[in-house]
């Protein structure tokens, strides 16, 4: 399927950043990178701010892309540790440095946090309000180990193994796996935009 010159673009942008930063987004760097005219880029984004925004978006869209198949179903409809594993596989096998950079550009511009917020509040184990609550201290604990991955493969010059990556992923996923059955917090459903926390 062909993409849009607009998605072209945004692809183009991803692949700038994922070579030379967000700083290194320009009309020109992506023009360039998309092969398309400065009036071609302007025709789609006004200004350097609109491009950076629709990136932002255009990657939270992505991950949520991801989510939804991961899970099999919309965040509403999925139980607890279906949403949590569902973001450990999102996390540890589809992140990607561009994320990574856009969620520390966050810290600078708190509306980039915005789409990523809810994907967030929707579909991540939160830190336990009862440290001794273990099944939601290991729900936790696989979360900060998928981020952790993804931070490793986006800060590293050595990707790792697909065999490595599969096995830690299996066995981050073996916490839901072995979640008790029909629990009510495993059956709990999703409510979005509660408890907003940082993303990642």
């Known amino acids: 399927m062909r993409l849009s010159n607009r998605s072209k673009i945004l692809e183009a942008a991803i692949r700038v950043i ?3 930063g967000v700083t290194a987004v320009t ?5 360039a990178e998309a092969e398309v005219t400065r009036g071609g880029m302007m025709y789609h984004f006004k200004t350097r701010d609109a491009l950076i925004q ?11 892309a991801n989510l ?3 899970a099999g179903k919309p965040a509403e409809e999925a139980t607890t ?16 440095r561009p994320e990574l950079l856009f969620c520390l550009e ?3 511009h708190p509306a980039l946090t915005v789409p990523w917020s809810r994907l967030i509040d929707s579909w991540a184990a939160p830190a336990p309000d009862d440290i001794d609550d273990p099944q939601a201290l ?5 979360r900060l180990a998928a981020d952790g991955l993804w931070i490793y493969e986006s800060l590293s010059n050595r990707p790792l193994p697909v065999a490595v990556r599969q096995r830690v992923t299996q066995q981050l996923n073996a ?21 907003r926390r940082t993303p990642r």
């Open 68 to 70: 939804l198949g991961n």
């Open 106 to 108: 966050g810290a600078k």
């Open 138 to 142: 290991a729900r936790f604990i696989a």
């Open 27 to 31: 009309f020109d760097s992506v023009a």
């Open 175 to 195: 916490v839901f796996d072995a979640a008790p059955a029909g629990s009510a917090e495993g059956d709990a459903p999703a409510q979005a935009g509660k408890g």
């Open 18 to 20: 994922d070579r030379d």
């Open 54 to 64: 629709a990136i932002n978006q255009h990657l939270a869209d992505s991950w949520e």
């Open 81 to 96: 540790d279906e949403r949590y594993a569902a973001y450990v596989r999102t996390s540890a096998n589809l992140a990607t």
